[in-house]
């Protein structure tokens, strides 16, 4: 807010969504370990800690579950022409084929106007089911409709930073460029796709005085 940080409370993030960065250039091979137990525990520990507090407890109202049911019921009837299926394997195919670790300008642009296309006809959905017992088509719709936010959030930043870094391997900018991009890219999604597009400093100064920075090296083998 105002080109500042600010705390969200009872907001919580844990594994890659912190975005911590304890393993550096380690991540990319899976080891997500420490990310996860080590923040995790801390994440679980303070979320005790502001639940047992009364003035955190509050009940739920209208106002918090109307939008929740209307989104369930909304997928959960809809009677259109193309199934979840369908449209998820049309999204897997194109970040295959657009959003790989080596990617391109052109591929990756590719991918968005394919993308923006899925999602049109995300809105013709059809679910076949109606129940609310395990009802796996209705779940995995919701989950596809997330991952199709999180597919055009991915798209669009890719497409904007005209560098390589970890695993944004662009062919057409193969280095790294700390003087442009040593930031952090934030989009903003409307609920039909992404309406905005930001940025934020990278923090490299670490809080403990015992511990030094380490700025950024070559991913190599």
């Given at each position: ?69 209307d989104r369930i019921d909304r997928y ?99 280095e790294r460029d700390d003087e442009n ?41």
């Amino acid at each position: 807010e105002d080109g500042g940080d600010e705390i969200v409370p009872g907001l919580m993030a844990v594994g890659e969504a912190a975005c911590v960065s304890v393993h550096g250039a380690n991540r990319l091979g899976s080891n997500s370990l420490l990310d996860l137990i080590v923040f995790g525990r801390a994440a679980a520990l303070r979320a005790v800690e502001i639940l047992a507090s009364e003035n955190a407890r509050r009940s739920p109202g209208d106002v918090d579950s109307d939008p929740i049911i209307d989104r369930i019921d909304r997928y959960r009837y809809a009677s259109g022409d193309h199934s979840t299926a369908q449209i998820r394997l049309r999204m897997q195919r194109t970040m295959q084929n657009n959003c790989s670790v080596f990617r391109t300008g052109e591929v990756l642009a590719d991918g968005v106007n394919d993308l923006s296309t899925i999602q049109t006809d995300f809105a013709d959905l059809s679910v076949s089911d109606r129940s609310l017992i395990w009802n796996t088509d209705l779940v995995e719709t919701l989950e596809l409709d997330n991952l199709l936010s999180q597919s055009a959030v991915t798209l669009c930043a890719a497409v904007q930073r005209c560098e390589s870094r970890g695993a944004h391997a662009r062919e057409d900018f193969p280095e790294r460029d700390d003087e442009n991009w040593l930031k952090h890219s934030l989009v903003w999604f409307d609920g039909t796709g992404p309406s905005r597009i930001d940025y934020r400093p990278v923090q490299l100064e670490p809080e403990a005085d015992d511990v030094e920075s380490m700025p950024p090296q070559a991913r190599v083998y």
